[in-house]
């Protein structure tokens, strides 16, 4: 059998842009105006708006955009979408890519950062630094709630504000730069915006927990043992209090709205008494 082709994957040339060809729409150009401007753009808000909330956002993260559509996608929640748009045209694949394309950058800036760094605190200071805490941190700080599309419902319910949301934005914002200016400029984004918090961790690298467990095992310890004690509260919003015990020591109190996080707490509050900075 003949093969009278090669398949290769499509490649976005970045010359061919919205300068590229040298037009621009108009709606006046047409007999129908706005309503093809409409019709053109799927039927969402009108292209100057747009235009003008994707100009400023580009002014807040210090990045301009070839093709703005990438911009718009990264900002678009699935809910604001309709019809055969579906999940390709949100936000949730821009999302996959900016999420490797940040661990990246933020392991490269770690790695010039703390040259005496071993592998374990580099990663400690790495998963600090990608988590969606921090990311929606990031997402605050360029205000991208108020950029966001959101269907009602959502809108409704909070999702401007959602960090789940405002993370997964974020690190898809990540990803259209990157697509659209390549690893140098979305290196440059994540500098701009993780450097300070690289150099300030809003946390301890190790969690109370791990402490008082490496604590313990220096000294011929045991594992510390944990016990749900009490359980408070709705049970939507239930209260935690947890003890943790080690041997010929007494046991230490914590509460949280988890049972994680009342263990972390019984953690901190063991190797306060004992002297110990769960750092």
């Known amino acids: 059998m003949a093969v009278v082709g090669t398949l290769e994957p499509f490649v976005y040339d970045r010359k061919m842009s919205r300068k ?15 309503r093809d401007a409409r019709k053109v753009n799927g039927g969402r808000r009108p292209l100057k708006r747009r235009a003008r909330i994707s100009g400023a956002f580009e002014g807040t993260i210090g990045y301009q955009f ?10 678009t929640h699935i809910s604001a979408l309709k019809g055969a748009q579906g999940r390709a045209g949100s936000y949730q694949r821009l999302e996959f890519l900016g999420d490797h394309v940040l661990g990246l950058a933020v392991s490269d800036m770690l790695f010039r950062a703390f040259p005496k760094a071993d592998e374990g605190e580099l990663s400690r200071r790495l998963a600090d630094l990608v988590r969606r805490e921090t990311c929606a941190d990031v997402a605050r700080a360029i205000d991208v709630g ?6 009602a419902s959502e809108a409704n319910a909070g999702g401007r504000a959602r960090v789940a949301i405002l993370a997964d934005v974020c690190e898809a914002i990540i990803g259209a730069v990157y697509v659209d200016g390549g690893y140098k400029a979305a290196a440059a984004f994540v500098e701009r915006f993780w450097s300070e ?9 190790r969690d109370p927990k791990t402490v008082l467990q490496e604590w313990a095992q220096a000294r011929g310890l045991p594992t510390p043992v944990y016990k749900e004690v009490e359980r408070t509260g709705p049970h939507h919003d239930p209260e935690f209090r947890v003890a943790v015990t080690l041997p010929e020591r007494e046991p230490a109190g914590g509460k949280g709205r988890s049972k994680r996080a009342a263990e972390q707490a019984a953690a901190a509050a063991l190797l306060a008494r ?5 750092t």
């Open 66 to 75: 070839d093709d703005v559509s990438l911009l718009e996608r990264a900002l």
């Open 197 to 205: 918090r690289m150099r300030k961790p809003a946390r301890p690298l």
């Open 20 to 34: 590229a060809s040298g037009k621009t729409f108009s709606a006046s150009s047409s007999p129908t105006g706005a």
């Open 146 to 151: 108020a950029a966001l599309r959101l269907g």
């Open 274 to 278: 004992e002297g110990v900075k769960a």
